[in-house]
């Protein structure tokens, strides 16, 4: 199912991307493009074990994400330092379905009405909110 988005949800969500202070993460297709790796070998390494991959930093929802900063220094085959649990963050689709809003809402609220919180971190342009305790 897709979601039409209108273009006040574009400008306002492109507004939280330019303004946003939040921590910046690369997704697995980012990190396999700045090792020169295709994304499907990638992917079986990290769910085989066949070659050392660096552990994820986060992850939102189930995607994956890692610091550029540990990411850029390893290199593919090389034994990473022990991999950090991962941190937890929701993605706007989990945003969507605990508020009960369309996504031109959930940007209003967030950017306009400022009743819910800017996202915690951005993995590529995507956003992502610490979950509710």
């Given at each position: 199912?897709?979601?039409?988005?209108?273009?006040?949800a574009?400008?306002?969500?492109?507004?939280?991307?330019?303004?946003s202070?939040a921590p910046?993460?690369?997704?697995?297709?980012?990190?396999?493009q700045?090792?020169?790796?295709?994304?499907?070998?990638?992917?079986?390494?990290?769910?085989?074990?066949?070659?050392?991959?660096?552990?994820?930093?986060?992850?939102?929802g189930?995607?994956?994400?890692?610091?550029?900063?540990?990411?850029?220094?390893?290199?593919?085959?090389?034994?990473?330092?022990?991999?950090?649990?991962?941190?937890?963050?929701?993605?706007?689709a989990?945003?969507?379905?605990?508020?009960?809003?369309?996504?031109d809402?959930?940007?209003?609220?967030?950017?306009?009405?400022?009743?819910?919180?800017?996202?915690?971190?951005?993995?590529?342009?995507r956003?992502?909110?610490?979950?509710?305790?």
């Open positions: 199912m897709t979601r039409a988005v209108t273009g006040a574009t400008t306002l969500r492109l507004q939280a991307i330019v303004t202070e910046r993460y690369i997704s697995l297709t980012s990190l396999a700045r090792k020169k790796v295709e994304v499907p070998v990638l992917t079986r390494w990290r769910h085989t074990g066949s070659t050392p991959v660096l552990g994820e930093d986060i992850r939102l189930t995607d994956p994400g890692w610091d550029p900063e540990r990411a850029d220094p390893w290199t593919p085959g090389c034994v990473p330092d022990a991999p950090p649990t991962p941190v937890l963050y929701w993605p706007a989990e945003m969507l379905r605990r508020y009960h809003v369309s996504l809402t959930l940007w209003t609220m967030i950017m306009l009405d400022r009743r819910l919180p800017m996202p915690a971190i951005w993995l590529d342009d956003p992502g909110w610490e979950p509710e305790q």
